[in-house]
Every structure is written in C-alpha cells, then in structure tokens.
C-alpha cells in the first residue's frame, strides 16, 4: 500500500498544480498579463513533470533513477509510454516550457491548446499507471 500512496503523491501534485495553473491562464488570459500567464505554464509544466514522475514510480522505477535531463525524459517516454503520451510530451514541453516560460512568448490559443494537452498527459499517465506492470 505505501508504493499505492508514494504513486498517488505525485499524481496528486500534478493534479494540484494543473489546477492553480488552469486558474492563473484564465486570469492571465482576461487580464492579459503576459508575466502571470508564463507563471502559470511554469506550473502546468511542472503538473506534467510530476505525472511523468508517477508512471515511472508506478513502472518500478526508484526516484533517484529518474532522468536528470531532457534526453533521459524522452529516453523514458519511449521506454514507459506510448506515441500518444510523448505528443502530449512535446506538445505541452513546447508551448509551456519552451516557448511561454523560456522564451516568454505568450499566445493564449497556444496555452489553452497546450492546457488541453496537459490535462490528457495527465489523464494518459494516470491510466497507465494503474494499467502497470513494473520494468
């Protein structure tokens, strides 16, 4: 049961931090401030990195395993998921993480589309955790 509970820590966090990111992109977007919207995708980005966190959890994999950089993520996404998971992956990678927060390039249909994007990583990685057999 305490594998069950680490697991659901992770998709917890992701599903806590996608929900402050959802609120703070509709505040940005009305208000159009561009600052808050790229704070907001800072989390969404996070949301996605902590569900990724919990399909390897659930696959058997010990966090300080977990890849450090972005080629052992997609090394990973290969390895644990599926051609759907790593579009969402790099759609969400993308527009959150590249574009809104590094690069501070801010198009809300982007974001909503990334946003959407978000919540089925979430829910793609959540199903496949449950549906796990350990590596």
Known sequence: MKLQARMNDYFGRA???????????????????KF???Q???????AVCEAFRGLLFAKG?????????ERGRVFMHTAVGNKKLR???NQTKAVFH??????EIIDYQELEEARE?????????R?????????
Do not use: C, G, V
Not at 15 to 33: M, R, T, W, Y
Not at 61 to 69: G, V, W
Not at 127 to 134: E, H, I, K, V
């Open 15 to 33: 599903e806590a931090l996608a929900a402050i990111a959802e609120h703070e992109l509709a505040i940005a977007k009305q208000i159009e401030d």
């Open 36 to 38: 808050k919207a790229r």
């Open 40 to 46: 907001a995708a800072a989390k969404a980005w996070l």
């Open 61 to 69: 994999i010990p966090a300080h395993d977990f890849p450090r950089n």
């Open 87 to 89: 579009q969402l992956y």
């Open 98 to 103: 590249q574009d809104a927060y590094y690069d």
């Open 117 to 125: 994007a978000m919540r089925e990583y979430l829910a793609e990685t």
């Open 127 to 135: 199903l496949l955790a449950q549906r796990s057999d350990p590596l």
